[in-house]
């Protein structure tokens, strides 16, 4: 589509785009409506690895969970992202609890305004971003709704997109760059999916632009060489894993995913790829190929296996983003559909009637929102903790010194605990039980009897609520050990520790 005059928002857009982003605000909320924590385990990976990293002052550290210690990620290849939320919640004071149940809404919005920034100059720009709304948030998948580094990533594709579609100086280039590096440092598929969907105008222009192709190219690639070695010494073995055939997630399944997602999306997403190659147009091509590229991406790895998986999984999130925008054409080229002036006039139709384009506008987007919002709000979610297990950490935390071994609780609130405490346990769960797992559930459901158990392991503190899910409730079991010392509801201590003398 053509460029359109930027200097002006339109009227209806001054209208339309507060609603949009309250829309985006909601969408990203719904899951923490009725909670008050952090929703998905990743969340309270991030936090226990935000603080870590400052207390070590280092991109690796030990690991905050497990005992002994062993160190992290070598180095950790999400720092920018513990970095920017450890600094954050260091300067601004604000509990992780709140950081963790609000930003996602406004993270969300900004991404749903940087869409917005890039659509409008091709005249779609309040369509993209209402669309983009729609994008949901899974406990496979994550998105927006959750306070990871794919929901912050996300954010920066339309800005790359508007600085490379649209800008051709120094400056430019340099954004891309140091956008690239952020991304790198913050959640590398993150990086890698934006490079995917600017390849096809990188090669658009080469011929009639090839210094512009050169700045692109070069800004976005030079990060992956330079900046990071860690992520240059990946770059050989990531390559040699293409020719491999890669397990395929099951929980993940693509035909799901666009399901999720809507089919009114997708419909106006082949509506608007129809009306963009008419409009042709380097930019209109880019936006589609871009689209298409991840796409296809996604679809030969799911059906031959062949890719990186951690690229399928998180970039269907992107994918989803590339859909969303073009739908955005389709639907904005609906709101300008008349009737022919000689059959409004046979009609005897009055002019303001004959506007269907509007009518019609109106109507797709109250359906959309009457089959998106339910669908979304009916999304299944799992919750770690409750507030009693809450306030039982947070008083862990307050009274309880680091002079003592590590704690054993239900592994599943194991992650939760460590983040809130910053304490070790003995066991957590993660993807899937161990058999260390395993043996922390029998201990706890027998009464925790083993005085030489908690001594052979160096544990110090038991938290006796378990949840139990098959009556998919929280079950308090009594300690039956006289060598443990009730100090708070369902808080023992070792006799001999520090604070169970």
């Known amino acids: 589509m053509a460029l359109i005059n930027t200097n002006r928002l339109p009227k209806l857009d001054c209208l339309m785009l507060p609603l949009v982003i309250g829309l985006a605000c909601y969408m ?18 991030h936090i226990a690895y935000a603080n870590a990293t400052l207390q070590a002052g280092s991109i690796t550290f030990p690991d905050p969970f497990l005992a002994p210690e062993t160190t992290s990620l070598t180095p950790n290849l999400e720092v920018g992202f513990h970095l920017f939320c450890g600094v954050f919640q260091q300067i601004s004071g604000i509990d992780w609890m709140i950081i963790f149940r609000y930003f996602p809404s406004i993270i969300f919005a900004i991404t749903v305004l940087s869409v917005y920034i890039m659509a409008r100059r091709y005249g779609f720009g309040i369509e993209a971003a209402f669309f983009t709304c729609l994008i949901p948030t899974t406990v496979g998948i994550l998105g927006p709704a959750f306070l990871v580094p794919v929901s912050l990533g996300l954010l920066f594709t339309p800005l790359l997109l508007f600085l490379a579609l649209n800008f051709k100086s120094i400056w430019a280039y340099l954004l891309i760059f140091l956008i690239t590096c952020f991304l790198l440092s913050l959640h590398a598929p993150s990086a890698i999916c934006p490079v995917i969907i600017l390849a096809p105008y990188i090669l658009l222009n080469a011929r009639d632009n090839f210094k512009h192709s050169l700045g692109v190219t070069t800004s976005l690639i030079l ?3 330079i900046i990071f070695p860690w992520i240059a010494d990946l770059l050989l073995p990531t390559a040699q894993s293409l020719l491999t055939p890669q397990p395929l997630p099951d929980y993940i399944q693509f ?12 419909l106006f997403c082949l509506l608007g790829t129809l009306l963009l190659a008419v409009k042709g147009g380097k930019r209109n091509y880019s936006l589609i190929l871009g689209m298409l590229a991840l796409t296809l991406v996604q679809a030969i790895f799911f059906t031959f296996h062949y890719g990186v998986p951690i690229i399928y999984e998180r970039g269907l999130l992107y994918m989803m983003l590339m859909i969303t925008i073009v739908a955005g054409a389709g639907l904005a080229a609906v709101k300008h559909l008349s009737l022919p002036e000689r059959l409004g006039n046979r009609l005897r139709i009055p002019r303001p009637a004959r506007n269907v384009g509007i009518i019609l506008y109106a109507v797709i987007i ?6 998106g919002i339910p669908a979304r709000q009916d999304t299944p979610y799992y919750h770690m903790i409750d507030n009693h297990d ?13 002079d003592y071994g590590q704690a054993i609780l239900d592994p599943w609130k194991a992650t939760a ?23 922390a559930y029998a201990f706890l459901m027998e009464g925790s009897t083993s005085s030489a158990f908690l001594r ?46």
Not at 255 to 266: A, C
Not at 366 to 371: K, N, P, Y
Not at 390 to 402: C, K, L, T
Not at 418 to 434: D, E, L, M
């Open 28 to 45: 990203a909320f719904i899951p923490h409506q009725n909670y008050l924590y952090p929703v998905h385990i990743d969340e309270w990976v």
């Open 223 to 225: 990060p992956f060489l």
């Open 255 to 266: 035909p799901r995913v666009i399901q999720t997602l809507g089919y009114i999306p997708i």
């Open 366 to 371: 109250v359906v959309t929102l009457a089959i």
């Open 390 to 402: 809450y306030q039982s950490f947070v008083w862990i935390r307050d009274n309880i010194g680091e």
């Open 417 to 439: 605990f460590t983040a809130i405490t910053g304490q070790k346990v003995y066991a957590r769960i993660h993807a899937y039980p161990t058999t260390r797992d395993e043996e």
């Open 456 to 501: 052979e392991n160096d544990i110090s503190v038991v938290y006796t609520r378990v949840y139990d899910n098959w009556r998919n409730q929280n079950i308090e079991y009594a300690a039956d050990n006289p060598d443990l010392i009730e100090i708070a509801d369902n808080i023992y201590l070792l006799r001999g520790t520090t604070t169970g003398e």
